[in-house]
């Protein structure tokens, strides 16, 4: 007689997931999808058929597409924010430290940029109001980068423009820099990202004349 112990375990189906493993498998396919397709094709729908899960499945850790979204960024600011302080903290001089940290920015975003366009708000309605730690993380970055420029301020003196503001223009710089490659718009211009980030490092280095001005 057969009994329940002589049937054969059942099988996961490839591409279905244990609830606990869920989560981190939509945010790595989201990242995948913005790479392949573009952030517009993020949707939890189209995410749960490409892991093989029910459309409802996702509602389990996102409640739509953005608390995905920001999840996404979140992490990505965790994983930049790190990578600037290791940047910052591996120098001591104070202008050495601006362009390294100048250096690993535009390095974040080239090896990272399916995550660098959700961070920067691309995909996020008008008025969008993140979630705390989103924010956090946010700013954990940016207190890198004010920090470095308050200590180089103090060294080369300059005039009494607000440490905000200096930190504000260095941003936009690095940023725009970073924009413009990941979205194609500057790679005409250079031999390869060798001769990307080498350009870049220069045009960090040299913009530190300003902030002494």
Known sequence: M??????????????????GDLKQALIAEALKVIDEQGLAAVTTRALARRLGVSHAAPGHHFADREALLAEVATEGFRLFAAALEQAAWAESEPGERFVAIGR?????AADHPSYFRVMFG???????????QFRRES???????????????????GDATPIDELAFGAWSLVHGMAMLWIDGSATYAFAGRADFEATGERVVRRSIVGLGA
């Open 139 to 157: 700013n954990r970055a940016y207190a890198v980068l004010t920090g470095v420029v308050r200590d180089l301020a103090l060294v080369l003196g």
């Open 104 to 108: 690993a920015y535009l390095r974040f």
């Open 2 to 19: 057969l009994t329940n112990m002589s049937r054969s375990p059942r099988r996961k189906r490839p591409g279905h997931y244990h609830h």
């Open 122 to 132: 691309r995909g996020f309605p008008k008025g969008y109001h993140p979630p705390d």
